[in-house]
């Protein structure tokens, strides 16, 4: 079920990369047939899926059962984000209600109308797989309960996004200046998503329990041990409450909330039924384990890292995708609207950073999380018998395989041998809560590192490098449909002047010249060219002088032209006209005064010897 979580974030990125580059421009026509034709499609593709299957179940149900439906379900969603972004990026569906008012005024509808597009496709697959996986459950579950439980599990998730984006709503139609350049700028966008990431943490559980139908407790004897358990702990809750995951068939229990007067105890009945009071409170000291060990807190450090690097890294990337479509032969993007490519390599590119940051890099702390969380037991009781029997029940009651592998945990046998283990040798235990520690700072100081450099690459020192280059190579694409237009000439030198391609540089300024010959940026910037270039072979004094000249003369109350003409006197020599000439540019200056103030002194320094 926690696949259910990356698939619904995966579709937020594919509909708002849709928005990028004119994908959803209002001339385009929606392709409603096309997309109806592959939603049948797919919906016989998941039918046919899970017949086989079916079939083997009805004979009599195995551990082999239990890992094709897990499979073949995974299998079907990849497929149904697949269908998700060829209905955005070539049925181009979102571009038929961008007209609607309403959804000007409040982009969430818009989005949450297409999600729940996608969501019809994930009830496509549970509704094809529902046939077999009741046949696993350990108690009866109809079909809607099936599905409402697969679909709740994972609708918090967008819980921050929703508030966020409808807040951000809000500021749009209120037009509150002060709000609008707050969030506008990176540092106010960073301050106000992290505050909402915070309230959320703090306060979700209360709307959570509401989504999840969650009820509390009946005061009992199970009760009473759950209560035993917590008050040996020391852990504050709220409350304790029933679980009913699956029409309450699933053997699991759950904790959330970041504070004690917002935390509360989740546990199925099918656990309740399962366990005896031993293996029932060593599974509640597990779940205890999360909450002594902040791996909530970490949870929330590795989303707000992740918003963080998308933030810094969003701009940069986008506009190196920009560029790097133009190194790509004209016969790979034929017939196709370039536009579309980029949005398609933009979201791409972002579902790979996605992927790749969740399901490897916090699936990997997840897992061990979840082993730190089970060597709490040690605490209080001398073995972990009562933990590995109720692993033991979970596999048989729910006839689920040993060995299924999973991404966010280890394997039921994986943590059997490893709580064996412990028993068996218990330095392993704290070795393991040293190996997650230092897990954790390497991730933090690689998250610091990450959003540093991305920072840099966004609003400090690289930006102008990143800037130059990109503007580069769309001018230098530009030029290839437009060759006589001498303003992107001169753009061109100017790119080949700041790479140090001096060659290329006067070429294209060259060029600029030549389609017009009073282009003032073009004389000016070749005469500087020619009368300051670190390479001695290529100055030419005397041409940079009679082009400067011509500059100035078309050009005469252009400070930075002044300026051009003073170097290039200065490089004939005639050091009492660049002192003159440097003068009437800080005259005519109303910025960089500074720098033309040294450049006065430069002259004057060398006429004084």
């Known amino acids: 079920m926690f696949s259910t979580i990356i698939y619904f974030l995966v579709a937020l990125i594919i509909y708002a990369t849709s928005e990028l580059f004119g994908v959803n421009g209002p001339g385009t026509s929606p392709g409603w ?40 379900i995974s299998r079907l969603s990849v497929l149904a984000l697949l269908v998700f972004a060829v209905n955005i990026y070539v049925f181009r569906l979102n571009t038929a209600f961008s007209h609607v008012q309403l959804f000007q005024k409040v982009p969430t509808l818009e989005a949450l109308l297409f999600l729940g597009l996608f969501v019809s496709y994930l009830v496509m697959v549970w509704h094809a797989a529902y046939p077999v996986q009741k046949h696993l459950f350990s108690r009866p579950v109809s079909c809607k309960q099936y599905i409402f439980s697969q679909l709740s599990f994972a609708l918090p998730t967008l819980l921050p996004w929703l508030c966020l984006s409808l807040f951000v709503d809000l500021i749009r139609f209120i037009a509150y200046p002060p709000l609008d350049d707050l969030m506008n700028g990176p540092a106010g966008e960073m301050i106000i998503i992290m505050v ?3 309230g959320i943490a703090v306060f979700g559980p209360v709307f959570i329990k509401t989504i999840w139908q969650c009820r509390p407790m009946e005061k009992g004897p199970g009760r009473s041990r759950i209560e035993a358990v917590c008050h040996m702990a020391g852990l504050r809750y709220a409350d304790i409450l029933i679980w009913d995951l699956f029409a309450g068939s699933m053997i699991t229990a759950g904790v959330m909330g970041l504070v004690g007067k917002f935390r509360y105890i989740l546990v199925t009945p099918a656990l309740l039924g399962s366990l005896n009071d031993e293996e029932l409170a060593a599974v509640i000291l597990h779940e205890i384990g999360h909450v002594k060990h902040w791996h909530m807190l970490y949870y929330l450090v590795f989303f707000a890292g992740f918003i963080a690097c998308n933030a810094v890294l969003y701009d940069p990337l986008m506009l190196l995708v920009l560029a790097g479509a133009t190194y790509f032969p004209e016969p790979v993007f034929s017939g196709i609207d370039i536009s579309q490519v980029h949005s398609v390599l933009m979201g791409a590119i972002l579902i790979c950073f996605f992927i790749v940051y969740f399901r490897f890099v916090f699936g990997f702390f997840m897992r061990n999380f979840e082993r730190q969380a089970d060597l709490y037991l040690f605490r209080f009781f001398p073995n972990a018998f009562p933990l590995i029997r109720t692993f033991y029940k979970i596999g048989a009651i729910s006839r689920q395989d040993m060995e299924r592998p999973n991404w966010h945990h280890f394997s039921i046998g994986q943590r059997i041998r490893f709580l064996e283990k412990c028993q068996e040798n218990s330095a392993l235990i704290a070795h393991h809560h040293r190996r997650v520690r230092r897990m954790i700072g390497v991730a933090v100081i690689g998250l610091i590192s990450v959003v540093g450099f991305g920072y840099h690459l966004s609003y400090g020192q690289f930006k102008p490098g990143i800037d130059n280059f990109v503007t580069g190579r769309l001018v230098l694409e530009q030029l290839k449909m437009d060759p006589e237009n001498a303003d992107l000439h001169v753009v061109a030198g100017d790119f080949h002047y ?37 390479v001695t072979e290529i100055q030419d004094p005397g041409r940079a002088l009679n082009l400067a000249g011509r500059a100035v003369g078309l050009a005469p109350q ?14 004939n020599h005639r050091v009492a006209e660049a002192v003159s000439a440097a003068r009437k540019a800080l005259e005519l200056a109303r910025d960089r005064q500074n720098y033309y103030q040294n450049q006065v002194r430069r002259f004057q320094r060398h006429l004084e010897r």
Request: some cysteine.
């Open 33 to 72: 047939l096309q997309s109806l034709v592959l939603g049948i499609g797919f919906f016989l593709i998941c039918r046919l899926s899970f017949r086989r299957i079916l079939n083997a179940a009805k004979k009599s149900v195995t551990f082999q059962e239990d890992r094709a439906v897990s499979s073949t």
């Open 498 to 534: 700041a790479s140090q391609n001096f060659i290329q540089a006067i070429a294209a300024y060259e060029s600029a010249i030549g389609i017009n010959s009073n282009h003032v940026h073009a004389l000016n910037n070749l005469a500087w060219l020619l009368a300051t270039c670190p």
């Open 558 to 571: 252009s400070p930075f032209v002044q300026d051009t003409y003073a170097e290039a006197l200065f490089a």
């Open 196 to 198: 909402f990431m915070a």
